[in-house]
């Protein structure tokens, strides 16, 4: 079945610097996600990414699809305390048929420290 | 706009007891509905979702079940829990691609 390699796992960095995340996936997706979700809470939506080669900003966050369509990464620029948490990508399957329709495959996540 | 919400937050159960989680979601009506689990605050597995009323598919083989009795209502229950049922259960749903999840159950069976 699907498969995604997310790294790092983790990540401990200085308040202020930039982070750098990605997914990698044996086989394509047609839709790439990105979530973030804090301690003792539900996952939230970052980003979303529906073409291959896609690039999308929301605020400081920074998210591509990549052309072959079977990676994606994400960047956080000049972070803060808040950025902490676990950060999830996730890949949706072209429908073929409606057996997978709505159905997400999800890295392992990335667990972001910051040190103010 | 959507909410989905979760309840109840925490539950401490015994092994053998059971177990009844909800879930339900507001301003959207027939939404795709998912169950998962996170153990150890990684990784979520899928457990059960569904696409309508009285529609259920299982994920993976276990001791817990799902039923949607309503267009926006999602429970997952077991009969008798086990230590490896412990976990943070999330409750999702979507439209599409996107899937939105809930505030999550912190389940510690004991």
């Known amino acids: 079945g699907q498969q995604l390699n997310q790294s790092p796992q983790s990540m401990f960095i200085q308040e202020g610097e930039d982070v750098s995340m990605n997914c990698t996936s044996s086989?394509?997706?047609?839709?790439w996600l990105w979530y973030k979700q804090d301690p003792g809470e539900g996952p939230v939506l970052l980003i979303a990414?529906?073409?291959?080669?896609e690039l999308t900003s929301n605020g400081r966050l920074t998210a591509q699809f990549g052309i072959t369509r079977k990676d994606s990464f994400l960047n956080i620029s000049a972070s803060i305390p808040s950025d902490v948490g676990i950060y999830f990508c996730?890949?949706?399957?072209?429908?073929?048929?409606?057996?997978?329709?709505?159905?997400?495959?999800f890295g392992q996540g990335t667990i972001l420290t910051v040190h103010p | 706009s959507q909410t989905i919400h979760q309840w109840p937050a925490t539950l401490v159960q015994p092994v053998g007891s059971p177990l009844s989680l909800e879930c339900t979601v507001e301003?959207?009506?027939?939404?795709?509905l998912y169950w998962y689990r996170q153990a150890a605050g990684r990784g979520l597995q899928l457990l059960f979702y569904?696409?309508?009323?009285?529609?259920i598919s299982s994920e993976v083989p276990q001791n817990l079940s799902a039923s949607r009795p309503q267009d926006r209502q999602f429970i997952l229950s077991s009969k008798k829990l086990l230590l490896s049922d412990s976990g943070f259960y999330l409750c999702?749903?979507?439209?599409?691609?996107?899937?939105?999840f809930g505030p999550g159950t912190r389940l510690t069976v004991t």
């Open positions: 999702a749903w979507s439209r599409g691609a996107e899937q939105y």
């Open positions: 086989s394509i997706f047609n839709t």
């Open positions: 990414l529906y073409k291959a080669g």
């Open positions: 996730a890949g949706h399957l072209p429908n073929a048929g409606g057996t997978s329709y709505g159905k997400l495959t």
């Open positions: 301003g959207t009506s027939n939404p795709n």
């Open positions: 569904s696409v309508g009323i009285g529609q």
